[in-house]
């Protein structure tokens, strides 16, 4: 009889212990499986993503945090909010005016503005009517093209120039341009502008200071044997890495009173 | 039953159910650890989500109750230029940590008041955070 209660006992205790086992488990078992990924919430708490309106170095912040941490759990690219390209054609170049969906954006006012060195070769300006607009001004791949697009309130622009050409020497930091070559002159390239204008600058710690105009997204400088684009910009900014898309949002990136539309892609 | 035989069998009776219970009480231990660091992420993400929206705001008060931060007991730890939570469990404890952006620092060091009122002010280009008890 005692043999009986004690092995009763014995089985009631262990049931017990491995139902409150089970009940521990049950009760995290949710957190166990689910999967809490909050990179995309820091990314954008982080750099401040939740603004609408930025300075550019708020720009290169957000491009700063996405690179120091995280780089490795998000993708990330910060683009003009039009895809603007620029194909030759027999008569001259076709630019091609999409949103960064695929989709036609209808009765854009484009112009494009052919530099060399500073000088402006050719202007061309029409409206994509139906996602390209030709323009009649040749194609030379060593040449810079400013393709700036406008639709009512809604500026951008997109900067073509050879690799050999662009030189990233701007510190947003302190707004300078820390060049490596003694520079002679200093043109800025305005997309609401046709041609380069020229600035004064004035050196500073080694660095110029540059007096920008409203608008102005990139500088042209005049360095010993030719001429060197450095953009103000991080656009594009396109790493390799690639994740599915979470977050796209389209921003105002201000300069000095004038705001070209950006957009930001974010995947994780 | 010889008595030999009683004593092999419940010295491997024994043997089996510390056997039993050392894993399931690791596998308690790191499930347990797993869902305090689950906890204490979530809970220090959105603590910087409400601190680093308010700050864009600032000037303003924010009053924050852990309890509706995140479903478990927490602690969150502040100095003047981190926070940290820590997540408390039987057998395990996680800890998940920030350092603040450099434009963002609290007037406060130590455990966040479970509830409490933030206090946002600029002064020139940095946001200080005062903290007070909450009602």
């Given amino acids: 009889m005692h043999r009986l209660l004690a092995e009763i006992a014995c089985t009631l205790l262990l049931a017990l212990m491995i139902a409150s086992i089970y009940a521990r488990q049950v009760s995290i078992t949710s957190l166990m499986v689910s999967e809490i990924d909050v990179s995309l919430v820091r990314f954008v708490t982080r750099s401040r993503l939740f603004n609408v309106v930025f300075k550019v170095s708020e720009v290169w912040r957000v491009v700063e945090v996405y690179e120091k941490l995280f780089n490795e759990t998000l993708s990330f690219k910060l683009l003009p909010a039009l895809n603007l390209t620029l194909a030759p054609t027999p008569e001259g170049v076709r630019v091609y005016v999409r949103g960064w969906s695929g989709l036609v954006v209808p009765f854009v006012n484009i112009s494009v503005s052919r530099i060399r060195g500073c000088e402006l070769l050719e202007y061309g300006e029409g409206v994509a009517e139906l996602g390209y607009v030709d323009l009649r001004m040749d194609y030379d791949s060593s040449d810079i093209y400013v393709i700036f697009a406008c639709i009512e309130r809604l500026y951008t622009f997109s900067l073509l120039a050879p690799e050999n050409l662009v030189r990233h020497w701007y510190e947003w930091e302190g707004g300078l341009v820390r060049n490596e070559s003694r520079v002679e002159r200093v043109f800025l390239l305005v997309p609401h502008y046709r041609a380069p204008i020229e600035a004064n600058f004035t050196v500073v710690e080694g660095a110029l200071d540059v007096e920008e105009e409203p608008g102005t997204v990139a500088y042209l400088l005049g360095v010993e044997g030719g001429w060197v684009l450095v953009p103000r910009l991080p656009v594009p900014y396109n790493p390799p890495i690639s994740k599915p898309r979470e977050l796209f949002k389209y921003l105002i990136c201000d300069l000095e009173g004038v705001g070209y539309a950006l957009v930001v892609e974010v995947g994780g | ?135």
Wanted: net charge neutral; hydrophobic share 55%; no cysteine.
């Fill in chain 2, 1 to 135: 039953m010889t008595s030999y035989e009683l004593v092999v069998s419940v010295n491997v009776a024994v043997a089996v159910m510390v056997v039993i219970s050392t894993v399931v009480v690791n596998s308690l231990i790191t499930v347990e650890a797993v869902e305090n660091e689950k906890i204490a992420e979530l809970a220090l993400a959105r603590l910087e989500d409400i601190v680093l929206h308010a700050a864009a705001e600032a000037p303003l008060v924010v009053e924050v109750n852990l309890a509706e931060v995140v479903f478990r007991p927490v602690e969150v730890e502040v100095n003047e230029s981190a926070m940290a939570v820590r997540v408390r469990g039987i057998f395990a404890t996680a800890v998940r940590s920030s350092k603040l952006p450099s434009y963002l620092r609290f007037n406060y060091t130590g455990l966040l008041p479970s509830r409490s009122l933030l206090y946002f002010t600029k002064l020139g280009g940095t946001v200080v955070v005062n903290v007070r008890r909450g009602g």
